[in-house]
């Protein structure tokens, strides 16, 4: 692919992406992605990246990889024994720190959480944005910490933070563009991190193991 194909594509997905963000999946044409990009080639996104939800696993996938190059250059113990805090930190932060990177105008957030249960998503896109890898990572390396908590309730707790991690950062984010907020995107993290270690190893008060879902409906 050309260097201005490449251009062009990355003009696409960058005009997508904010526009989603702005108006939700379902509210934006191809036509108003083409044209905000500047390209009066409307079928520009076919040519591309072939459908819409190419496209939107094209955006998923972006962020995948940019988000594993801040996870590589996180420091991490050998094999994440140093328990649930530095497990949670290290799936959390660089997220957290991807974030933070992106220039204005600032929507990348708001556009993963509009896109989180969006049925055309595929594969580790989908997987990612519902939180699979974190609940996965939770439950099978800090059993051992967490032995009083049954495994049904951790599965649920673990279940929902992708989404709310997701949720309280597209709403961080939208409030550091319009200037209502003036903590760092790294107090945020940590703030994360925090909440997360509390809600996770919070003793189970249940009267029964019922509780085994893996987050919350899509939609």
Known sequence: M???SDKAREALMDAA???????????????????????????AIKYHF????????????????EVSEFREALPVSEDLDGGLREVVTHRVLPWIYYLAAQPAPF???????????????SGIGAEMLRGDELQAVLVGRTRHELRGI??????????????????ISAEFERQVAEGEHAATWEELGYFLVDSIVGMVA???TA?????????????
């Open 150 to 167: 049954p495994a049904s309730v951790l599965r649920a707790r673990a279940g929902i933070l992708g989404y709310m991690v997701l949720g």
């Open 207 to 219: 009267k029964s193991e019922f509780l085994d879902f893996g987050g919350p409906s899509h939609g």
């Open 17 to 43: 992406e904010e526009l989603f963000a702005i108006h939700g999946i379902d509210g934006v044409s191809n036509r108003k992605i083409t044209e905000h990009a500047g390209t009066a080639n409307h079928s």
């Open 107 to 121: 929507c990348r957030a708001q556009f993963l959480y509009q896109v989180r249960g969006y049925p055309g998503l």
């Open 50 to 65: 072939g459908t819409r939800d190419d496209l939107l696993n094209a955006l998923i996938r972006r962020a995948i990889t």
């Open 2 to 4: 050309s260097r201005h």
């Open 202 to 204: 919070a003793p189970s």
